[in-house]
């Protein structure tokens, strides 16, 4: 017998509001084709003003439920992947907590920016194998609408807002082998030393203020293409797998020119690879349960899939995780 955690249902949530390329030509020196040449991004979601990461957070969890047919009694920890927060404190997770009436369990936020949601699929399943919770509500929610310097036009034609959620439950059916359901590898890394190539200028120990976003585009892609390639060799070179085991590939969404060079790192066709960044830009740690969320809803991932997640985040945070539906 092995305990493992499944991921057992998923949701999601967008701000009505789009903007396009286009949109963006009227506030920043842009262009459309450059947009989409640099990045493969063609709109993203914008939230009102009122709307916070918390409301997002909310509505993909309760979607998460109910996609699961659950309620929130049936949850018993509750982690939200996001950079930010309604507030510096209390964690967006406790709002989540209050809004949804789940009873006293874990409840934090993770910060690992935009590789916040592979962290929490390692952290949340350390939280279930160890016996500590048996349903976990995984989110990441993200307003980088709220940090971004809408003058600089290396940054803000970038990112969106949104939230993807999923729930994980304990599952003890496996025999420890890769054929088992449920997440069957992680693996983490960050490395300090490449903090300053992507940031945001302020914080509230420094400028008591959340700062905007500040980025060397270049750099951050160089070490993005070479992370990811040397992360997902390595995830199947530690499981003696090759690639043409994985079902699907879900990529964290920042620019598709990363994600093709990952898949072909995989000898993946792009068939098999999940791509939201066209319509959602890159939404940080809501990036990857948004792209799961519309694979599965749309029958793509099935029960017994195997996929890889990865991505790669200021800090410089990476990581990918291995997991069969
Ligand atoms: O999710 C966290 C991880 N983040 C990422 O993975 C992002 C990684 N980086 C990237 O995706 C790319 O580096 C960018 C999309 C940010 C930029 O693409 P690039 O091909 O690396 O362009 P660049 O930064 O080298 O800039 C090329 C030119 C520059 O002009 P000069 O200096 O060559 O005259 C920029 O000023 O493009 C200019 N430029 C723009 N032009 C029109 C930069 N931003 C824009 C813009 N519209 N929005």
New binding site residues.
């Given amino acids: 017998m092995t305990v493992r955690s499944i991921i057992r249902s998923c949701g999601a949530y967008l701000p009505d509001r789009i903007m396009t390329n286009r949109d963006?030509e009227d506030v920043?020196?842009?262009?459309d084709e450059?947009?989409v040449q640099?990045?493969g991004i063609r709109e993203r979601r914008i939230a009102a003003e009122n709307e916070t990461t918390a409301d997002m957070a909310i509505a993909a969890a309760k979607a998460a439920l109910a996609h699961g047919r659950f309620t929130a009694a049936d949850i018993d920890g509750i982690i939200v992947c996001t950079s930010t927060p309604n507030h510096t404190f209390p964690a967006v997770a406790v709002d989540v907590q209050a809004a949804l009436d789940i009873r006293p369990c874990p409840a934090f936020d993770l910060q690992a920016?935009?590789s916040g949601f592979v962290y929490g699929l390692n952290v949340a399943d350390m939280f279930i194998r160890s016996g500590q919770c048996r349903r976990l509500l995984l989110i990441g929610a993200e307003k980088f609408s709220s940090i971004l310097d809408w003058t600089d036009?290396?940054?803000?034609?970038?990112f969106g807002d949104g939230a993807g959620a999923v729930v994980l439950e304990v599952d003890e059916s496996g025999d420890g082998s890769l054929n088992d359901r449920g997440i069957l590898f992680s693996r983490l890394y960050a490395d300090g030393r490449q903090k300053n190539i992507?940031y945001t200028s302020g914080g509230p120990a420094t400028t008591q203020d959340s700062g905007y976003v500040v980025?060397?585009?270049?750099?951050?892609?160089r070490h993005?293409v070479s992370n990811m390639s040397q992360i997902v060799t390595e995830v199947l070179e530690v499981n003696k797998l090759s690639a043409d085991r994985i079902d699907w590939l879900v990529p964290?969404q920042?620019?598709v020119?990363?994600i093709e060079g990952t898949a072909k790192k995989l000898g993946l066709g792009m068939d098999r690879v999940i791509v939201t960044v066209d319509r959602h830009g890159?939404t940080?740690a809501a990036?990857i349960p948004l792209a799961l969320n519309e694979a599965v809803q749309d029958g793509r991932i099935k029960p017994g899939n195997l996929v890889l997640f990865e991505?790669?985040?200021?800090g410089l945070t990476w990581g990918a995780v291995l997991a069969r539906f």
Avoid at 28 to 31: G, I, K, L, N, Q
Avoid at 215 to 221: A, Q, S, T
């Fill in positions: 963006l920043v020196d842009t262009s450059w947009i640099r990045t920016v935009c036009r290396t940054t803000c034609v970038l992507l980025m060397e585009g270049r750099e951050v892609f993005a964290h920042a620019n020119r990363i890159n940080s990036s991505a790669l985040g200021a």
